[in-house]
């Protein structure tokens, strides 16, 4: 590509094959109508299906969608970063490849940021009602702690689907992040911002790829990535089980002094396991910090990168000239 794009939009994608011909059918006419010129990174995270042929097939009819494919699966956070890392868009635009956040709001987004000079613009979620009862209840909590943690300026109900300015997408890039959480790094910014509010659509084909273990990862990234809270909450607890153990040091004193002791081992076992929990809850919390700091030192990327389309058309492009030269 000889001239940067107006407009990047980054899809993570994985185990895709029977979503990505129907996103793609739906997305590429929104984008072919904003009259700008544009691109869209596909990164490929180590689909293991038919998603690598499919992409394959779609490049050779569609020349703006660009294929970045890793040589495993690295995962969807990893996914996101290196999309917004290769992006050359003035502006930015990350959607999954779903279909649950609607790409009919990629107009709106990039209005807004253009008319009031936006840096970030936020797809948020004003209706849920697709999702399952046990998925809304466990991402309103997860809202509500982040938001508690970074702040207000974290959108509710805000989650990948986002228009990132260039300035944006550098200030991203120097974050030193060896396990980025852009649904916090982004608001972290403070950047200039707005919001677009959208109806949150069912997945169009195949099963999700957050269940629920992933969910739980992603929540304790993003509360050890941005918060020392879990082991100020190991200081208190300790804290808090050192007070119980004194007060029942002072009733057994009491009781003893009374005559009024009754042999038992029910005191006994409920004391042990309290204080047990409480210790195996601090070296857990303090165990997760620790492996954080032990991959942050080993240095290992984060993705490594197969294959990328714009480096081969860049290859391509310069070999033409080396021929019209001669």
């Not at 590429?28 to 097939?57: F, H, N, W």
């Not at 006994?268 to 997760?288: D, T």
Request: hydrophobic share 40%; charged share 20%; proline share 6%.
């Amino acid at each position: 590509m000889t001239t940067a794009p107006e407009l990047s939009v980054v899809m993570p994608i994985y185990n895709e094959q029977d979503a990505l011909p129907l996103t793609v059918e739906r997305l590429r006419p929104i984008l072919d109508g904003l009259g700008v010129e544009y691109e869209v990174v596909g990164v490929d995270d180590g689909s293991t299906d038919a998603t690598p042929l499919q992409m394959q097939k779609i490049r050779q009819d569609w020349p703006e969608f660009r294929i970045v494919r890793f040589s495993r699966n690295s995962g969807h956070q990893a996914a996101l970063k290196a999309g917004l890392h290769r992006a050359f868009g003035d502006y930015v635009v990350s959607i999954d490849a779903d279909l649950q956040d609607p790409p009919e709001k990629i107009p709106e987004m990039l209005e807004l940021a253009r008319e009031r000079s936006l840096d970030i613009v936020y797809g948020v979620r004003g209706d849920r009602g697709t999702d399952s009862f046990f998925k809304r209840r466990t991402a309103g909590g997860y809202y509500w702690l982040m938001r508690k943690l970074v702040g207000k300026r974290m959108p509710n109900q805000a989650g990948d689907y986002r228009l990132l300015s260039r300035a944006a997408v550098d200030a991203l890039k120097t974050m030193p992040e060896h396990q980025p959480v852009y649904r916090l790094l982004v608001p972290w910014l403070g950047f200039p911002s707005g919001e677009v509010v959208y109806v949150r659509e069912e997945r169009v084909a195949g099963a999700t790829h957050y269940p629920i273990g992933k969910m739980v990862h992603l929540a304790l990234d993003s509360v050890t990535n941005f918060s020392a809270a879990p082991l100020r909450l190991a200081t208190w607890l300790g804290l808090g089980s050192f007070l119980v153990c004194l007060v029942l040091g002072a009733y057994t004193a009491i009781e003893h002094a009374i005559g009024n002791t009754v042999p038992g081992w029910s005191s006994l076992f409920i004391g042990m396991l309290f204080i047990g929990a409480v210790q195996l809850i601090c070296v857990g919390l303090l165990g997760e910090y620790v492996g954080r700091i032990y991959s942050a030192v080993q240095a290992r990327p984060a993705y490594f990168i197969g294959y990328d389309s714009a480096e081969e058309s860049a290859a391509a492009e310069a070999e033409k000239l080396s021929d019209c030269v001669r």
